[in-house]
């Protein structure tokens, strides 16, 4: 957090990302709370869902444009112009309040969606240029929970001014003209995110290789979509990314829209003060979601939670639907947004980081024109579900099951990332788990991992390491055995053994080139004693062709000796220690020539050597040791003398303890005090 702050421009850019939601969504929040005065039922649900397709609309019919123009000029440029001219439309909406004009303050909803069409591209897509793609997924966790804070703001204050300052009325007009303090607060906020505009540094624009003017006639003949459409979907990477953010806000859209005329139903009460705080306590839990994804991504971008998040939206939904309790459903819209925060984040990172600078505006338009269909789509749908006399009730079950297929789809596409998550836990109940080394994997592009094979759970180990999914290559008599092969094929093992060798080292090349990570144990076997074993030579068929080769060495340390390695029954009890044990997982940097089975294994003892300097630098001293596993065996026999004394551990800590307390009456030296401590433990009695 604190490095991603001094980064700079990185906190003029969190002002322009707080005061730019707070005033798109305080005029959005003002038109709504005049409806909901001035309105009820069916009537209220589709005016509400109307004010959100105005919104909404502007994104799908500038898609295009926005990303031409996002394309052609610098992103830092782009931000000034639209702040600036943001001020002039502030302005607008503020004497359309003044003038008491709804009709007029409702057309201005679109033009201000307008502005925030061609601003949006700009304003994600320079984050990248301000931080890095290192630090992507933390400032990407930040700028979504400030932004969600904003959200918060203004739905409480601009509610709270307008529940204290409005005139009841069944004329929106007249309320309008009430609360035009609220437009003159609207200019103010627009005003300052224009002047941080100014103190961002400044980025040319990427070089592209379209240096035409903007063509009517490929826009209006839909020649521009097609174009921009094929190169979002173009990277499968990026176009998953874009549906399921579409899901979600087009389910935000559904909650927002109709949550007013649910609330109103179950409890008989328009209060907009009340809703508005239900609501914004989901802002509450994407703010705490999007701290933990932006945690959980701080130096890589953590895809496993995205099926997490999905399944808790759909839990979070369900119970909403079905409560009557003001108290439940409050809990019910944390959890939605605390679930949200996991799915969006490491998905708007994704976005950012394999999307190419030249391209960056059109993809980030392009993101922008999905989402706002999604969401135009999921508005329809809650006009249907009313017109079709079915239920608030019956709509969020309906978009909760979405949310569970999405979900499921979600495990179905990362199984090895989902899985990494529990997998993590599993492993820290029992072991201190340490990563060496973790920036040496690239974030993207094929990879072969090559190193050390010590115990029966090396896979599950690398996985939990890996920010990245990895297909492992198991020897195929295991592989076949009936009661497993359905999970291997699951998670896409690649079986390799006599007869089949040349099928798997093409299936190996496959992955690789198709930018997958594949991991291989090049010793063919599980240590029988520890050591680093020769390596076979089967790999280089993998990478010999292979133009971009990039092998990554790693290097396993502290499995050796656990129930899950080769080590026999005595070596175990020796080495079983009190308490967790400690795994190190170290990445060499990558390799990207060929390298032969010899250097190979060379490279992987050079990893060992500098894994056991860095457990060594974090041991406590000897004493320390001694005293976990005298304390761990405390009945066990620890010392004797010819004279037929026999002391156990815990007496031994005891004896430790006494002379340790009269050297300390006697010695008045403290450093000499406490050497004698340590020593004590090693002097015979």
């Known amino acids: 957090m604190k490095e991603l702050l001094k980064i700079r421009g990185f906190l003029p850019y969190l002002a322009i990302a707080f005061l730019n939601a707070s005033v798109d969504l305080a005029h959005k929040i003002t038109i709504q709370n005049v409806l909901l005065k001035s309105f009820d039922g069916d009537t209220l649900v589709v005016l509400t869902a109307l004010v959100n397709a105005m919104i909404l609309l502007p994104f799908v019919f500038l898609f295009s444009p926005a990303g031409f123009i996002n394309d052609k000029y610098s992103h830092t440029k782009v931000i000034r112009y639209a702040a600036v001219v943001g001020v002039f439309i502030s302005f607008a909406i503020f004497l359309s309040y003044l003038a008491g004009a709804f009709e007029i303050a409702f057309i201005l909803t679109l033009i201000l969606a307008a502005q925030s069409a061609v601003y949006s591209p700009a304003k994600y897509g320079i984050i990248k240029s301000i931080v890095g793609t290192e630090h992507l997924g933390a400032a990407n966790g930040i700028i979504q929970a400030l932004t969600i804070l904003a959200i918060l703001f203004s739905s409480f204050a601009f509610s709270y001014i307008f529940e204290v300052i409005y005139v009841a009325s069944d004329n929106p007009s007249d309320i309008l003209s009430s609360i035009y303090f609220i437009g003159f607060l609207i200019v103010i906020f627009s005003a300052l995110e224009a002047i941080f505009s100014f103190k961002l540094p400044f980025f040319s624009a990427a070089e592209s290789e379209e240096k035409t003017q903007f063509s009517a006639k490929k826009y209006f003949s839909l020649s521009y979509l097609k174009e921009n459409v094929k190169l979002v979907r173009s990277d499968k990477n990026i176009w998953l990314s874009i549906i399921g953010l579409s899901i979600f806000w087009g389910v935000s859209q559904v909650i927002v829209a109709a949550f007013p005329a649910h609330y109103k139903m179950l409890f008989n009460d328009d209060n907009a003060l009340v809703i508005q705080m239900i609501l914004a306590i989901s802002g509450i839990g994407l703010i705490f979601g999007s701290y933990i994804a932006g945690a959980m991504s701080k130096y890589h971008i953590e895809l496993g939670i995205v099926p997490l998040g999905a399944l808790g939206l759909f839990l979070s939904l369900f119970f909403l639907a079905s409560s009557g309790s003001v108290a439940i459903i409050s809990f019910c819209s944390f959890c939605f947004g605390l679930f949200g925060g996991l799915l969006i984040v ?35 749908l809650s006009i249907a579900f009313v017109y079709a006399d079915i239920s608030t009730t019956g709509l969020f079950i309906f978009v909760a099951v979405v949310c569970f297929i999405g979900s499921l789809y979600a495990i179905l596409q990362v199984p090895h990332l989902f899985t990494r998550l529990f997998l993590l836990v599993f492993l820290k109940t029992g072991y201190r788990f340490h990563v060496e080394g973790l920036k040496n994997l690239p974030q993207s592009g094929g990879v072969l991992l090559l190193g050390n094979h010590i115990s029966w759970i090396d896979w599950l180990v690398l996985q939990a390491a890996s920010p990245r999914a990895i297909k492992f290559v198991m ?12 999970i291997f094929k699951f998670f896409k093992v690649i079986p390799i053994g006599a007869g089949s060798s040349k099928e798997s080292i093409e299936t190996i090349r496959q992955y690789l080139e198709n930018g997958e990570v594949v991991a291989l144990f090049p010793e063919g076997h599980i240590s029988y004693n520890g050591q680093i074993n020769e390596f076979q030579r089967g790999y280089e068929l993998s990478i010999k062709e292979w133009q971009d080769v990039c092998v990554v060495p790693f290097y396993l340390r502290g499995l050796w000796g656990s129930s899950f390695s080769r080590a026999d029954a005595h070596y175990k009890e020796l080495t079983k220690q009190r308490g967790k044990r400690d795994i190190i997982v170290a990445f060499g940097k990558p390799i990207r020539e060929f390298i032969d089975h010899v250097a190979m294994k060379q490279k992987v003892v050079e990893l060992s050597f500098s894994s056991w300097e860095n457990f060594i630098a974090r041991q406590q001293p000897l004493t320390h040791h001694w005293l976990d596993m005298a304390k761990g065996n405390s009945l066990r026999e620890c010392v004797a003398d010819s004279m037929g004394t026999e002391l156990t551990n815990a007496k031994f800590i005891s004896a430790v303890l006494v002379f340790s307390k009269l050297f300390k009456q006697t010695l008045t030296n403290e450093k000499m005090s406490a050497y004698c401590c340590q020593v004590l433990p090693w002097v015979p009695l």
């Open 475 to 486: 020897y195929r008599g295991i592989y076949n055995k009936w009661y497993l092969t359905w």
């Open 346 to 380: 490491p998905l708007n990172a994704t976005i950012q980081f394999f999307a190419p600078e030249a391209s960056m505006g059109k993809i980030l338009a392009g993101n922008n024109f999905v989402q706002n269909i999604a969401m135009i789509g999921f508005l329809l």
